[in-house]
């Protein structure tokens, strides 16, 4: 690399990348590729046409895919959010910051310079989950924090129960652990009233999308605020009475407009 920079563009004036490519190409098989090396006793284009041109791979034709880099924090469902997306890492990593690198067809975690998992590209919303990465002895645990979420949406009402109840209906129901979260917040924000309207609703078009739900609630809410109040402007605060006036006010007796002196 010091050779080309020094002695094959140092001091060159190229017009653009064309012509940089033909003066490398000429500098690598004439100039540089003719004189024999230090080290190896060669020429660099006898050694290179002998050993290496063999080993070459096509030349890509795809554009390089530039990959995403990010540190997520590894939740307690065990699933950490790159590009929108949820993907499960074992038990150990929980609550832990980890190092992804996402590119159009995977998405791989590091720790350190060590890969630990490996996951296909989903999109956003979605999530890859890997059932090896939850080990049979919690699942027990994992299996009673849902029962106990299942209990409090039920708390708020029939058809919140049942939505939960749908919602973790799953081989894997603490990974839709989330989802009862974000139930269970809407329930705060709207009123348990409302979200049991709009959940029995959902539930008998069979649609299982707390994000769409949350959709509804918001769409029902601001078809029912009220109409605003008409403005009425109030009187003027500088306004006085005729009284406080020096001279009175005297009407024109002349129904033409004309002067009455």
């Excluded at 939740?75 to 690198?101: C, E, F, K």
């Excluded at 306004?239 to 009175?248: D, E, F, S």
Aim: hydrophobic share 40%; net charge positive.
């Amino acid at each position: 690399m010091r050779d080309v920079r020094d002695d094959c563009f140092a001091g060159e004036h190229l017009q653009n990348l064309e012509q940089s490519g033909a003066h490398a190409r000429h500098w690598c098989e004439h100039d540089y590729g003719m004189h024999r090396h230090s080290t190896t006793q060669r020429l660099p284009r006898e050694h290179f046409e002998a050993v290496e041109r063999a080993h070459l791979l096509p030349a890509p034709t795809a554009r390089y895919d530039l990959p995403r880099w990010c540190e997520p924090k590894v939740a307690r469902d065990q699933h950490a959010q790159v590009a929108r997306a949820l993907y499960s890492l074992p038990t150990i990593w929980v609550s832990r910051r980890v190092v992804a690198r996402a590119d159009s067809a995977t998405v791989c975690f590091y720790h350190g310079q060590v890969l630990i998992k490996t996951h296909p590209r989903v999109p956003p919303g979605h999530r890859s989950t890997d059932p090896h990465d939850f080990p049979a002895e919690k699942s027990a645990y994992a299996r009673r924090d849902v029962v106990f979420l299942e209990g409090q949406a039920a708390r708020h009402g029939e058809a919140i129960g049942r939505y939960a109840h749908a919602l973790l209906d799953v081989p894997l129901p603490w990974t839709r652990m989330r989802r009862v979260y974000a139930l269970l917040g809407l329930v705060k924000r709207h009123g348990a009233e409302r979200v049991e309207a709009v959940c029995a609703t959902a539930l008998a078009a069979d649609m299982l999308d707390v994000h769409r739900l949350r959709r509804m609630l918001e769409l029902a809410t601001s078809a029912a605020l009220p109409a605003a109040a008409t403005r009425v402007i109030p009187l003027a605060r500088c306004l006085r009475p005729a009284q406080q006036y020096a001279l009175a006010f005297t009407p024109n007796p002349n129904p033409e407009g004309g002067s009455s002196r």
